[in-house]
């Protein structure tokens, strides 16, 4: 039973890992755009799709590919604030439409570039790390897991120690008063959809050998991405990463202990309590929500 | 746009002239195709998307079909010969667009007999086939009930066959006592688990837990393997799980230290699974699809026209993309064929008649419409079905089994598991 409990707890700390990396990126766009992105999942997509590309096919180095995909997707983030976000922002559903829009766009391009069937991946490196006979950790999973850990706490560091990164607060916090302090809104902009498409870029990048790369896979992600800002609170960087282990917590433990679907069952149901006694999210301040 | 070309010379008279003109020449190659001596086949079944794999190869294997048949002269009718042409329409496993593809297919493009995968797409087909009378053909009798007579299921009894796999292990690998079972949970998944069920039960297998089910939408298949193999069984059954599902959860049970036995209805692109684990994993692979490139399909009792050469069209056109139904749908165009032939006609009452008359020629061996106790109606073809193993990193056929004769002897367990999971045609809704 120990072993069970290890190994889920491992699984359950992966999962956390490229939920947190997508969800992330998620908050920091509506934070300081107000945009909800429906197109993240997309953009998780086109990261996995980078890997496809650039390791499956050119055969370049894993972590190239992972840091191409990553400035790739980045790129994308930085043509969307452009081409969708910044002509409609005044216009309080524009940027959600558009993004939806963006998604089908990006769906329909990697059904050309690469065809609608799964795409094979070789792996990364076949390594398992043995705890004990039952208690494995696969590398190629503790890469996501270290990335995670790097990523997110550079990002903390950014937005905590840096000027950019109180300028990017202020800019969520009061765009006007940020505005009247010589902050550029548009930098800011252009920053925080560069960090949160990079972030669902490499958090498909990375992950893409482990999972099935198709056309359709941002779909589960993002799903659970807007659950886990919700029950963090809309906004909160660290709602959402405490959200995230705690959807990954519960949804890994009630699949291995019960089954799959009641899981999903389980995560709505996490999703409602909170809404129910807490509508801002655990996290969340009733002005952001 | 249109001021610009009225800007440089054009009038509005001419431009709309020429526009009519056009569009009635686009119309022209429909219309006569119509006209002309060409049956037109529907091919209604996922070509994007998840599911896409059991629509996708299929249509690829029935144009390599179209172009063998309409090379030896076509179809031979009453009035003559036709040539062949499949018309297709990707439904995305999705029910309401089935309905308008079938609509489509029927009305505007004036096909004789559509061939669908089935399964969540069938409900929202059957009110056009009742209201048309089109014959329609499924890979999932499943879909079949006392409502559906114009629904036949010539190629595959899904998931019945799945029972030779599991009768093949028990008798060959007495050894193996135990065994655990993950699905989907949808339409394919869980008539699936209730026949395993049912061949573990018949085998003298036990079940060591009951079947975990997970949502279609699952990405990371740790924890359903994590699951799967904490009670150390000797054979891990993967169902019905599509190739999306079959990859990673293969890849997990090689990462979590699985050693045991696999068994899965189907191994799509193992080639590609193996590179993913290793050859010694894959060793043993149990399924139930074999290549056509297998020697065991050059026998007489084979009714598909040259396997190993349709095989290597296949591969040549398509490489890599080989799959479970690759051959099927094909397969159910040599039986509609030899019917519409033998009744002189297209009509989907007059090639329904000639089908169901004696025996059918199925591919793996003459067979007989069955399925009265299971699915409320005879319009099942069932006969025998091979059981594949993956060796030194290739199927090859292990056998040809007997549906009918595991039915005669166990058919009272699999209709206990069916209505356990509500998988009988009275309990479907």
Not at chain 1, 29 to 55: Q, T
Not at chain 2, 24 to 42: C, D, E, Q, V, W
Request: net charge negative; with cysteine; proline share 5%.
């Amino acid at each position: 039973m120990l072993d069970l409990l290890a190994q889920t707890g491992l699984n359950a700390v992966y999962a956390a890992s490229y939920i947190s990396l997508v969800a992330v990126g998620l908050v920091l766009i509506f934070g300081v755009m107000g945009v909800i992105n429906f197109a993240h999942g997309e953009l998780f997509m086109a990261g996995a799709y980078a890997i496809v590309a650039l390791y499956a096919e050119l055969h370049l180095p894993f972590f190239v590919a992972v840091a191409i995909g990553l400035l790739f997707v980045g790129c994308l983030g930085l043509l969307m604030e452009k081409a969708l976000f910044r002509p409609l922002k005044d216009n309080p559903l524009g940027g959600l439409v558009a993004s939806i829009g963006f998604l089908m766009i990006l769906q329909a391009l990697a059904v050309m570039g690469f065809g609608v069937r799964m795409v094979h991946i070789p792996p990364v490196t076949q390594e398992v790390i043995v705890f004990t006979e039952k208690v494995r950790l696969p590398v190629a999973r503790l890469y996501v897991i270290i990335a995670a850990i790097v990523l997110l706490s550079a990002l903390w560091y950014f937005l905590k120690r840096t000027k950019f990164g109180w300028a990017l607060r202020a800019s969520a916090q009061d765009p006007e008063a940020a505005a009247l302090q010589g902050i550029s809104i548009t930098m800011t902009a252009r920053i925080a959809m560069f960090i949160g498409a990079g972030l669902a870029g490499i958090a498909g990048a990375l992950t893409a050998p482990l999972v099935s790369v198709n056309p359709h896979m941002g779909h589960s992600v993002i799903v659970t991405a807007f659950i886990v800002i919700i029950v963090g609170g809309v906004g909160s960087l660290e709602g959402a990463i405490v959200a995230s282990v705690a959807y990954a917590l519960v949804h890994t433990f009630v699949t291995t202990f019960y089954d799959g679907v009641l899981a999903d069952i389980v995560g709505l149901s996490l999703m409602l309590v909170v809404l129910i006694v807490k509508p801002t999210g655990l996290f969340g301040s009733a002005d952001r929500a | 746009m249109i001021s610009k070309i009225v800007k440089s010379g054009l009038t509005r008279r001419t431009f709309l002239k020429s526009t009519a003109v056009t569009a009635m020449s686009a119309g022209l190659p429909a219309a006569s195709l119509a006209a002309g001596n060409t049956i037109r086949i529907g091919f209604l079944a996922p070509l994007t998307g998840a599911v896409a794999a059991w629509g996708k190869p299929g249509l690829d294997g029935c144009q390599i079909w179209a172009e063998r048949v309409n090379a030896a002269g076509g179809i031979k009718l009453g009035d003559g010969s036709y040539d062949v042409e499949f018309v297709s329409y990707d439904n995305e496993y999705d029910p309401a667009k089935a309905r308008t593809g079938a609509t489509k297919l029927i009305r505007e493009d004036g096909v004789s007999f559509i061939m669908m995968l089935g399964g969540d797409t069938w409900p929202g087909v059957q009110p056009v086939a009742d209201k048309t009378g089109m014959l329609f053909s499924t890979l999932l009798p499943s879909d079949l009930s006392p409502d559906t007579n114009t629904l036949i299921a010539p190629a595959e009894v899904h998931p019945i066959y799945n029972v030779t796999g599991v009768e093949w292990l028990a008798e060959n690998k007495p050894e193996l006592k135990t065994a655990v079972m993950c699905a989907q949970d949808d339409a394919l998944g869980l008539p699936s688990v209730a026949t395993y069920l049912a061949a573990f039960e018949a085998a003298g297998i036990e079940m060591l837990d009951a079947p975990l089910l997970f949502d279609p939408a699952t990405t990371d298949f740790a924890p359903v393997v994590t699951r799967l193999i904490s009670k150390s069984p000797d054979i891990v059954c993967l169902d019905t799980c599509y190739s999306d599902y079959v990859h990673p959860i293969a890849e997990q049970l090689f990462q979590q230290g699985f050693t045991g036995q696999i068994i899965s209805c189907t191994a799509d692109f193992y080639d590609q699974m193996i590179a993913k684990t290793s050859e010694e994993f894959m060793e043993g692979f149990v399924f139930q699809f074999p290549d056509f490139d297998d020697p065991a399909l050059n026998g007489d009792n084979i009714n598909f026209t040259d396997p190993n050469g349709f095989y290597e069209a296949f591969n040549t056109r398509h490489p890599g993309q080989w799959g479970a139904v690759s051959w099927e749908y094909a397969s159910i165009m040599d039986l509609w064929k030899a019917a519409a032939e033998k009744a002189g006609s297209a009509s989907p009452d007059a090639v329904a008649a000639a089908m169901k008359e004696g025996k059918g020629k199925h591919a793996f061996g003459d067979a007989d419409w069955w399925g009265t106790e299971l699915f409320g109606i005879d319009n099942a073809l069932v006969g025998d079905w091979p059981v594949v193993a993956i060796e030194s990193g290739k199927a090859r056929i292990k056998d040809f089994r007997s549906i009918p004769d595991w039915y005669a002897k166990h058919g009272d367990l699999l209709i206990k598991h069916m209505q356990a999971y509500d998988q009988m045609w009275n309990q479907r809704s």
